[in-house]
């Protein structure tokens, strides 16, 4: 009976022991993965920053050239991984060391570019490869490293839940430094979206939903066609009307949580009510 028990008791207490190492395992790799999408959205958010700063400056020639280039897409990494591991309430020493992945392979690069060794685009390529197991290094020195408790500010976690505002206005500083209107075709992707997230969540099933969201693609195809035929200043007015009225398309289904994410209508809102409002000011601007 003893033995019996001993067995019983062995047996469960085989997952115990595995479990952990596969939970590291999938933390490291959702660590990583947190990671690669951070350093994405600092070099999607903050590249048109650089580039209205180099036209502000004239230093536009000087920020193209490949090893400047690099290091400015490092420090848009850097930037984008460091908030995202401070919001997680990683140690500054785990950041600092994450931030050494990013820069390290492009400066150890520089030296065979200076010397005539390694073109642009292998600096840029190379440095990319390098920096993959360097980030896979640094997670693994510290997979055992428990984050600290977060004591965050009400303002950060204000931000932090409007993200998708901030997000929107982040994609259109570029539009906001150099206002121009929108191809009418542009209004196609707008009910588009909406059609294409609803099938994937199967959001589209419920009473007069699916019927809602083909008169809506209906209506603005309607108006992109009706701004092609026309032209000019009045198809830039349509353009603007359209981006105008998805933003309460947005409105309508972010207060409803119908058909698509909250955080979706929203981004997409606040996204398609500052193009319309740059547009708007693309048009008087012109006029006068």
């Known amino acids: 009976m003893e033995k019996t028990r001993m067995y019983a008791d062995s047996a469960t207490a085989v997952p115990s022991t595995v479990s952990p190492a596969t939970g590291g395992t999938r933390r490291l790799l959702w660590h990583l993965g947190e990671m690669a999408l951070a350093m994405v959205a600092g070099m999607l958010l903050l590249a048109p920053l650089w580039d209205v700063a180099g036209d502000a400056s004239g230093l536009t020639g000087a920020l193209g050239r490949p090893e400047v280039a690099a290091l400015v897409m490092a420090t848009n990494m850097t930037v984008g991984m460091t908030v995202w ?11 600092g060391e994450m931030a050494a992945a990013m820069y390290v392979p492009f400066l150890l690069l520089l030296v065979p570019y200076r010397a005539g060794l390694l073109d642009g685009d292998g600096l840029l390529l190379g440095g990319h490869l390098l920096m993959v197991p360097a980030m896979v290094l640094v997670s693994v020195r510290h997979r055992h490293q428990t984050p600290a408790v977060p004591h965050r500010h009400p303002a950060v976690v204000a931000l ?5 505002t901030g997000l ?6 570029d539009m906001w430094a150099d206002p121009r209107v929108l191809s009418p075709w542009t209004m196609l992707v707008l009910p588009g979206g909406y059609l294409l997230i609803g099938v994937a969540r199967r959001t589209l099933r419920g009473p007069g939903v699916l019927a809602a969201q083909l008169a809506g693609l209906v209506a603005w195809v ?3 066609v009706v701004a092609v035929v026309v032209g000019g200043r009045a198809a830039a007015w349509l353009v603007a009307f359209g981006w105008l009225a ?3 398309w947005d409105l309508a289904h972010h207060r409803g949580a119908r058909v698509v994410p909250r955080g979706y209508a929203e981004w997409c809102g606040v996204l398609d009510l500052a193009l319309a409002a740059v547009m708007v000011l693309a048009i008087l601007s012109a006029d006068a």
Not at 85 to 95: C, E, F, I, L, S
Not at 160 to 164: D, G, I, L, Q, S
Request: net charge positive.
């Open 85 to 95: 591991m401070r919001y997680r309430a990683h140690q500054w020493r785990g950041v």
């Open 160 to 164: 932090a839940r409007r993200w998708p």
């Open 168 to 173: 929107a206005l982040l994609m259109t500083v």
């Open 222 to 224: 309607a108006l992109t």
């Open 246 to 248: 998805h933003a309460g």
